[in-house]
């Protein structure tokens, strides 16, 4: 059984999204699935995301499977940063400014230099997947995370930012991807 956990971006939650969905396909394979509700957009500093992170430790094991939507992104690789795990799946991802009205915001997540030796050395599996078309991350900032971390974007056409508003309220193609890492 594997502890997978699945992290929202800003003024994000648990119940959106595919998140409810992905989240009971896992617990029906028979892993445990944790859901954290960060503070956001008020309160919402990578501080406070990593104690909140921090009510789920026990949970946190080399074997853990991470997965971020936007902001949860940097936030996983901040964890990654600190922790082993056994793979990230980042959705709509991103490190750095990316130039739109949440840059202040996000400041204390990706406004770094990010210790890619160490988060590569924490985790060996990564999969991207970034859309053609997102509204607020551009998909040259997925390439550069995908080279920093020596992969491949998975591109698909027309997913916007993976969210309810462009369809995705499941996600089939993640869930595909996580399966032969359980």
């Given at each position: 059984m594997a502890n997978i956990f699945i992290i929202h971006g800003v003024g994000g939650y648990p119940e959106e999204n595919w998140f409810p969905w992905l989240k009971n396909e896992l617990e029906r394979l028979g892993h445990k699935v944790i859901v954290p509700q960060f503070p956001t957009p008020e309160n919402q500093t990578l501080s406070n995301?990593?104690?909140?992170?921090?009510?789920?430790k026990e949970f946190l094991t080399s074997t853990s499977i991470f997965v971020g939507h936007s902001l949860g992104v940097p936030f996983?690789?901040?964890?990654?940063?600190?922790?082993?795990v056994k793979a990230a799946f980042l959705v709509s991802g991103f490190v750095g400014k990316e130039g739109n009205q949440f840059d202040?915001?996000?400041k204390t997540f990706v406004q770094k230099i990010f210790n890619w030796t160490q988060i590569k050395s924490n985790c060996k599996n990564f999969i991207i997947f970034h859309s053609d078309n997102d509204p607020?991350?551009?998909l040259e900032k997925a390439q550069e995370l995908a080279k920093n971390l020596d992969v491949e974007v998975n591109v698909v056409k027309g997913a916007g930012h993976f969210n309810s508003t462009a369809g995705y309220t499941s996600f089939d193609l993640?869930?595909?991807k996580i399966k032969p890492l359980l």
């Open positions: 995301w990593l104690n909140e992170l921090e009510k789920y996983v690789l901040n964890v990654i940063e600190r922790y082993p202040d915001s996000m607020y991350i551009k993640l869930l595909e």
